[in-house]
């Protein structure tokens, strides 16, 4: 019974611990996962499918200058994608990372 306490509470503590590189790499992995997908869409319902499995339905995009775009938005540059030539990779590297309390800012 001792064990157990005591490997709840490591767990617990392990878990509400935010290591930044742990976080960054979940991050870039989940970047990555997002930009091999983009390279697989070819017409809009994979991008409607991607988007209704992969985000939540307030999602908002936050460019890097801080302006926000609705799925609206995105989602219509994203179509637009479709018809352009397609890149033979992607890459969204994570430069910087900043963990806070409610979460991170790359």
Do not use: C, N
Request: aromatic letters at 8%.
């Amino acid at each position: 019974m001792t064990q157990l306490l005591l490997l709840s509470t490591a767990l617990l503590i392990a878990s509400t611990t935010a290591d930044t590189f742990d976080v960054r790499a979940e991050l870039q992995a989940l970047y990555d996962e997002i930009s091999q997908a983009t390279l697989q869409f070819t017409d809009a319902s994979d991008v409607d499918l991607f988007h209704d499995v992969l985000y939540t339905p307030d999602w908002v995009f936050l460019d890097a200058a801080g302006k926000k775009e609705t799925w609206a938005q995105v989602r219509a540059v994203a179509i637009d994608a479709l018809s352009s030539p397609r890149p033979d990779s992607m890459r969204q590297p994570i430069r910087s990372l900043s963990v806070e309390a409610d979460g991170a800012s790359p």
